[in-house]
């Protein structure tokens, strides 16, 4: 029996929206990353910081409640020890007026909450996760698979790129909610959600700092390689050293104050931008804390630039959509 009429046809179906045909991708990919038993302790030991983070708010809401018999003994044994460790400043903040402490300190906890433990996390997840995303529809030519369907190229990026934003939201923007909600429902007062009502917004700032260049860049790397182990390679030189160089300039005297070298290092530069979305620095210095606490956050006192970070990364971000775009369209174009 002849076969004629071969080739691609008009699809005559019902189309869904773009928003369940990008959900299709990113579904097959979550299901497929899943797999992996290495990427499923990784987000158990991600969700780990919760158990210390958690009390530390409820400390901060239990002595920051001028409802509390502790805000008013003036003479008492906390405020000696907060006069002696915190400074005169936060004692008196603490004695005077306690829930003006809280933002700030709602605000340091949070900081280093996305800044050390969750930029870990997430940097590994990503080395996991992203890698295999395109590499391997590069390898064994999924394209012809993916394309021959109604689906453009925005929704094809923007289904892996929902992958691994799935799961960096899982270590960063996820856990942050939870510590939020957590910290609510266990303050002393209902005051708390008042005075941090910003915090939500500021936690999807951040979310978005960490997860988008990173998505972009991975993303990137794993469209110009078939073998997913390159692009994973990439991701964790590109983390490693940019890390050692940052480290070794900042304790260089001629370079340490240069606001250049923080974008050397990924982690750095989000953590730049985490501080000052948090406005950590500000708030801190306002509460008069003690030479010894100032010195324990000198960090924060980094003479780096928040605009020029999100400059560096707005230039990265952009530069790495331009290749990945190109490279995903390339087959397309034979």
């Known amino acids: 029996m ?9 699809w005559e179906g019902k189309l869904r929206g773009p928003a369940l045909r990008l959900w299709s991708i990113s579904r097959n990919g979550i299901s497929l990353a899943w797999r992996s038993m290495i990427l499923r302790r990784i987000i158990l030991f991600g969700w780990m910081p919760l158990l210390y983070f958690a009390p530390v708010f409820f400390a901060i809401g239990y002595i920051t409640d001028p409802e509390r018999e502790i805000s008013q003994r003036y003479d008492s044994g906390w405020y000696n020890f907060a ?26 906890a949070f900081h280093y909450f996305f800044s050390w433990p969750q ?24 394209f012809l698979l993916y394309f021959s369907k109604p689906i453009t190229l925005g929704e094809y990026v923007a289904g892996k790129a929902g992958t691994l934003l799935f799961f960096i939201a899982l270590m960063t923007l996820f856990p942050a909610i939870v510590l939020y909600a957590v910290s ?3 303050s002393p007062s209902a005051a708390a959600l008042i005075q941090t009502s910003g915090t939500l917004v500021h936690i999807l700032c951040v979310f978005l700092v960490m997860a988008v260049p ?3 860049i991975v993303l990137c790397f794993s469209s110009m390689a078939k073998e997913p182990r390159y692009p994973q390679f990439g991701w964790i030189a590109l983390c490693l050293f940019g890390e050692m160089a940052y480290g070794l300039l900042s304790n260089m005297s001629g370079v340490a104050s240069s606001n250049w070298i923080c974008c050397l290092s990924l982690r750095k530069t989000v953590s730049v931008l985490t501080e000052s979305i ?8 306002a509460l008069g804390v003690s030479p010894s606490i100032q010195r324990t956050l000198r960090d924060l006192d980094s003479p780096y630039s928040p605009q020029l970070c999100v400059i560096w990364l707005a230039a990265v971000s952009a530069f790495c959509l331009m290749v990945l775009v190109r490279r995903i369209s390339a087959p397309i174009r034979l």
Do not use: C
């Open 214 to 216: 990173s998505t972009l």
């Open 2 to 10: 002849p076969i004629f009429d071969v080739g691609y046809r008009h």
């Open 119 to 142: 930029a870990i996390f997430t940097m590994l997840v990503v080395a996991i996760v992203g890698p295999a995303l395109i590499s391997q529809d590069v390898r064994s030519k999924a």
């Open 83 to 108: 006069r002696g460790i915190m400074g005169p400043g936060v004692a008196d903040r603490l004695r005077d007026a306690p829930e003006s402490v809280r933002p700030a300190a709602w605000s340091l």
């Open 184 to 186: 609510i429902a266990f």
């Open 278 to 285: 948090f406005d950590v620095s500000n708030q801190v210095s």
